[in-house]
């Protein structure tokens, strides 16, 4: 069973930046991580793709990205992180990790981290 671990989120005035990091570990036996990517949810709104790199380091955004965010993978591969500048009170949400696993590309979430954009 894979489990993905975040760690980042907090409250930042607008303009300014945090990075998300992703971790996936698992028990048992080794698994292969196609793709990872970040995914957010603010309140009253359906949750929505932020940024994805995949095995290949292939890397895919969001429109309202738009130059801000960066998504890079650790040296391990296990590991993705995700570089926000010039935040705004529209990022404000609940930020996903995400693994897509194995021969099925079976979704797997990490528990959420909020990220609150002040203005």
């Known amino acids: 069973q894979v489990q993905l671990v975040e760690s980042g989120g907090g409250l930042v005035q607008a303009g300014g930046s945090l990075r998300l990091s992703c971790s996936a570990s698992?028990?048992?036996?080794?698994?292969?991580?196609?793709?990872m990517g970040w995914y957010r949810q603010a309140p009253g709104k359906q949750r929505e793709l932020v940024a994805q790199i995949t095995s290949g380091g292939l890397t895919h955004y969001a429109d309202f990205v738009n130059g801000r965010f960066t998504i890079s993978r650790g040296n391990a591969r296990n590991t993705v992180y995700l570089q926000m500048n010039s935040l705004k009170p529209d990022d404000t949400a609940v930020y996903y990790c995400?693994?897509?696993?194995?021969?099925?590309?079976?979704?797997?979430w990490g528990q959420g981290t909020q990220v609150t954009v002040s203005s």
């Open positions: 995400n693994g897509k696993i194995g021969a099925g590309w079976t979704n797997v």
């Open positions: 698992a028990s048992g036996s080794g698994f292969s991580i196609n793709a």
